[in-house]
Nanobody, 130 residues
């Protein structure tokens, strides 16, 4: 089965940057899958942050992070990255990597009813911005 391990979280001042990494194992090839980053803050529902289709590097971002965050892949390292710049206190959350979220859901509805779909999830990495 697929396993995901996130790393790179930490505490930063507003305006700072972090790069999250998601090490992926279990796929024959990382090509041809949708992968995603999601986050959940205390008292709030889980939400999508960014999606990448590894077949052609198509990406999609939540409006709240567009222009500040970048999702990318390194196929040789079996790793999905989330580069986070210009961090804000409202970015504080637990960040999760997901394998096989919806690739192109209608209306970009990756989450609904308090739940987000994905076949596999990592353990999460905490990001705190003050």
């Amino acid at each position: 089965h697929v396993q995901l391990v996130e790393s790179g979280g930490g505490s930063v001042q507003a305006g700072g940057s972090l790069r999250l990494s998601c090490l992926v194992s279990g796929y024959t090839s990382m090509s041809g899958h949708c992968m995603g980053w999601f986050r959940q803050a205390p008292g709030k529902e889980r939400e999508v942050v960014a999606i990448i289709y590894t077949g052609d590097d198509t990406t999609n971002y939540a409006d709240s992070v567009k222009g500040r965050f970048t999702i990318s892949q390194d196929n040789a390292k079996n790793t999905i990255y989330l580069q986070m710049n210009s961090l804000r206190p409202e970015d504080t959350a637990m960040y999760y990597c997901a394998a096989n979220p919806p690739c192109y859901p209608a209306g970009d509805r990756y989450c609904g009813g308090g739940f987000c779909r994905g076949d596999y999830w990592g353990q999460g990495t905490q990001v705190t911005v003050s």
